[in-house]
């Protein structure tokens, strides 16, 4: 684990709807994260604090954005890591607004009598190590800030917290379960903290799988056909880019827009709900 403080003096202070406020973001170096990162800058945000995986995040993040974020290099699986990551947040900027849980790996739609015992069982454990815990060790890190400063958190869920087939058996259970961590944590730290989600479907990002099934060097985006097919299965009818999930986030961590929302999460995704066919009349 290390910190990048970095030095770049740029000091973009455009007023936006986050203006002055502090955010830490896990998973922040690639896809919807990173872009989450770049909106709330846009947003007037002092500054974002970036927990990543790779000293190649670390460096691109650096490279990008300067001293207006401050990268921690870690494992969302650790507590040590997410209070690193928390800590020196609130040392750079002076306190902490918005938790944003993002990390994640998908299961490469593993489904449950393909995979060996030995796989599933490793498998269970290193995809909810990161999708779950990974977000109950952020907030456990960050609660005592947010309460201070009356912030909240956001969490990236996906269209499989609540439908089946975004995924095999543990990446949709995985997301489920961030459904209750959502509704429990909002009721736990309430009145203090909100806590809501957002909820993407299928993305362009470079979205990994676990290493306990060897796909932890392949990405999401990189599956033949998957854009197609993800326009295909949805109204909408279009794949998402990272960037256009970032306005809900900033709603939800917007005082000012969202004062009286908590244990809310948004779809967005292509309207996934609404799949089927319509008649033509
Ligand atoms: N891309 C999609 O189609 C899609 C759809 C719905 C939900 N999501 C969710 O969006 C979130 C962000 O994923 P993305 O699609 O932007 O992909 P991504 O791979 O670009 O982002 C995930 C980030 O998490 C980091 N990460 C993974 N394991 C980590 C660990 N143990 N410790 C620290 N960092 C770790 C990765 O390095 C990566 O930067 C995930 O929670 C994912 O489940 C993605």
Redesign the pocket.
């Given at each position: 684990m290390n910190t990048n403080t970095g030095t770049n003096t740029d000091t973009n202070t455009a007023r936006g709807w986050l203006t002055d406020d502090v955010a830490l973001v896990?998973?922040?170096?690639?896809?919807?994260?990173?872009a989450v990162v770049k909106r709330f800058l846009a947003e007037g945000a002092r500054g974002v604090g970036v927990?990543?995986?790779?000293a190649e995040?670390v460096a691109s993040l650096q490279q990008e954005f300067g001293d207006r974020v401050v990268v921690v290099c870690?494992?969302?699986?650790s507590p040590q890591d997410n209070a690193a990551a928390v800590d020196a947040t609130v040392e750079r900027f002076g306190k902490l607004d918005t938790l944003v849980g993002?990390?994640?790996?998908?299961d490469f739609f593993a489904r449950l009598e393909k995979l060996s015992l030995e796989q599933l069982s490793e498998s269970f454990d290193e995809i909810f190590a990161?999708?779950v815990k990974?977000y109950v060790l952020a907030a456990r890190a960050a609660a005592p800030h947010l309460r201070a400063s009356h912030g909240s958190m956001i969490f990236?869920?996906?269209?499989?917290a609540f439908y089946p087939g975004?995924g095999g058996p543990l990446?949709v259970a995985s997301?489920h379960a961030g459904v209750g961590l959502v509704k429990q944590l909002a009721y736990e730290l309430a009145p203090d903290v909100r806590v809501n989600a957002v909820?993407?479907?299928?993305?362009?990002?470079?979205?990994?799988g676990p290493a306990s099934l060897g796909k932890q060097e392949q990405r999401?985006s990189e599956l033949p056909g998957f854009e197609a097919s993800v326009a295909n299965s949805m109204p909408l009818r279009f794949m998402a880019q990272?960037e256009d999930h970032t306005g809900h986030y900033v709603l939800l961590a917007s005082r000012a827009n969202s004062r009286a929302t908590t244990a809310s999460i948004v779809h967005s995704d292509g309207g996934w709900e609404i799949r089927g066919f319509a008649r033509n009349t």
């Open positions: 896990t998973g922040g170096g690639s896809g919807i994260g990173r927990l990543v995986r790779s995040h870690g494992d969302v699986r993002n990390a994640g790996v998908w990161i999708n990974g990236t869920l996906s269209n499989a975004g990446y997301k909820a993407p479907g299928g993305t362009a990002t470079p979205l990994r999401l990272p």
